[in-house]
C-alpha cells in the first residue's frame, strides 16, 4: 500500500546558537532531520514491503528561514529520508512561510498529501526535536477527515484499518482505527539504521519536486511565534576536583548541604 | 468567558484551574469532557467513554462551539484531541504552555534551551505543563452521560509495568546512564537514593533499549518529567531530551568519567570520575555523616 510520511528538516537542537540579546540565532542554524520522523520513514517503508509493494511519498514544508541560508539543509534532509527508504518527496518551500506554525504547515501538507499520492495512510513522529508541540499531526488528520492515533510503539495492518498498539502515559492501549488515518511514532517502534552509500546515491535519482505557495494556489501565512529567547541556564558549573575521591565527596556533599537539598 | 476543558486524568485538573484564574478573567463557565471522574470544579460535565478528537468535535458542533478557550492538560490524549478539535475548528493550538504574562502564552523550545511566545487568542486551544499553576472551582456542576461512539476502538488496555514509582514527584532523584555497565551495577544507584531518601530515574537507553528499568522511571521528554529539588545524574552524557526533562530540578549534579560529557553544562556541581569508584565512596561519605 502507499504509505505518506511527513518529515520536518528541524533545527538542530545540538547546534544552539544566539546572538548578545539572548535571541535564538535562528538564521544560523542549521537543519537536521527531525529525529522520530526516521521512524516513520522506517516504519513506512516496512508497511510498503509488507503489504505487496506500494510508494512511500514524503512530504515536507521548510519552516525555518532565511530560505536562502535554509535551503540546502532542507534538500539534504529530504534526500536523506528518500535514502532511507522514500520513493517521491513532494515539498514546499518558499520566503512567505519562513517561520511556518503548525496551523499553517497543516494547510500546506492538507494540499501536498491530497494531491500528490493521496495516501489513506500517512505517519509522522511523535513531535519534532525543535518544537515539540506534537500537535500538527492530529491538527492535519481533523483537516484531513483522517482517524488519528499519536505516540504509536506498534503498527498492524489489517484490511482497511489498523491495529495500533499505543502510549496512553499511564497505560498502553490496543487500539483498531478504520483508515484513512494519520499515525504519529515513537522513537521505540523500530530501529532505523543509516542509509547505505548505494542508499545515498540511489537517492538523488528519485523524484523530488518543490513547489512555492503560488504554484499550489496557497496565499502568504504570517507566524504568530515570536520573541525566540535562549533560556539562560542558571546552573553553577563548579566543578569538584580534589585529590581524592573522599575529598570531593565530602566537597559535593558540604555543597548540597548549603543549597539546603541534602540534610546532615 | 466560557472555557470548555479536555482531560483523561483528574491528576491535573488544579493545574488548569490554575492557569485560567491566571489569565484574570472574569470566567462565565468552565465545562469539561472526560472519561473519569474529577471531582468540583466544573459547570457542565460531558461523560465519554474515551476522550478522543473527533468525539470531542463531534460534541462541540453538537452544543454550538460557543466557546472562547479549549484547555487541558498535557497528557498524551488531551493533547492529542485538543490538537484535532483546534483543526477540525480551525483555531490556533499552543501545547505545553510554560507561562502566561502580558497576554503572551510561553513555551519551551529547542528541548528546554530556549523559549518562544504566541499571542493569547480567543478562541484558541492549550495545553498546560503540569507542576505549574494550582487552582480550584467551588462548582458541583451537573454530568451529562454522552453516548457517541468513539472512531477509535480500544481492542485492550495495558497497565505499563511499573516499580510504583513517581519519579516526576520525587524530591530527590538519582539518575542511570549508559556508563553503568551491567544491570546489577544500578544497585549502587538505589543504595545512593536510599541513602538520600529518593528515588531512581534513568536515561532512554536504559528503559527504552536496555529494558533494565521500567519506562516510568524514564527521565526524558517522551518520558518522565522532573522537578524536585536534587537530581544527581550518573553515568549520562546529557542527550538534549534528557536535559530539557530534569530543567525544572532545584540542583542538578552530574558525575561522569568524561570531563566534555554536555550533562555538565547543566550541572550545578560536577564530578569527573569513573562512577564505579566515586559512588561507593559518596555513598559511604553520606552514611557516616548523615545523623540517623
Known sequence: MDVGVLVKAALDVNVLRSDPTG????????????????????????????????????????????????LKDFENVIREALALGGDEAYVVADRSINY????????????????????????????????TSATLSPYLAARLGYNIVSFAKKIEVGNGYLTVLRDADDRLERVRVSL??????????????????????????????KYSLADIGLKPFLSRYEGYQ??????????????????????????????????? | MKVLTVSDTSKYIPDILGFISTLGEEVESIDLVTNVDVGKGFDKIYKVKYVSGELVLKLVRKF??????????HTKKSLESLSYLAGGLDIPVISEVIGYSEGKLIRNILSGRGTVKYPYLKPMALTISPGRFSGARDVEGEVIEVDLEPEVKVVESLEKVRGGVDIEDAEIVIGVGRGFKEKDDLNMAFELANVLGGEVGCSRPIAADYGWLDEDRWIGISGKKIRGKLYIAIGI???????????????IVAVNKDKNAPIFQYSDYGVVADLYQFIPVLIERLKSRIKV
Open chain 1, 180 to 209: 484513512p488515518a494519520i499515525v504519529s511514532v515513537t522513537g521505540e517502534i523500530n530501529s532505523p539504521r543509516l542509509p547505505t552509500l548505494i542508499q545515498i546515491r540511489r537517492a538523488f535519482r528519485k523524484p523530488l519536486e
Open chain 1, 230 to 264: 535562549v533560556v539562560t541556564i542558571k546552573r553553577k558549573n563548579i566543578f569538584i576536583e580534589e585529590d581524592s575521591l573522599e575529598k570531593a565527596a565530602d566537597k559535593l556533599i558540604d555543597y548540597l548541604v548549603e543549597e539546603g537539598v541534602v540534610k546532615i
Open chain 2, 237 to 251: 552524557s546529557g542527550a538534549p531530551q534528557h536535559i530539557m526533562a530534569a530543567n525544572d530540578v532545584k540542583t
Open chain 2, 64 to 73: 454550538g462551539d460557543g466557546y472562547d478557550l479549549y484547555i487541558g492538560p
Open chain 1, 100 to 131: 511556518s506554525e503548525p496551523r499553517y504547515t497543516a494547510r500546506v501538507l492538507e494540499y501536498l498529501i491530497r494531491s500528490k499520492g493521496n495516501p489513506k495512510l500517512v505517519l509522522t513522529g511523535e513531535a519534532s526535536t525543535d518544537m
Open chain 1, 23 to 70: 535571541r535564538v540565532a535562528v538564521e544560523n542554524i542549521p537543519l537536521v532531520i527531525s529525529e522520530y520522523d526516521r521512524n516513520a520513514i522506517y516504519e513506512a517503508v516496512k508497511i510498503r514491503d509488507n503489504t505487496g509493494g506500494g510508494k512511500v511519498y514524503v512530504y515536507s514544508v521548510l519552516t525555518w528561514g532565511p530560505m536562502e541560508r535554509k
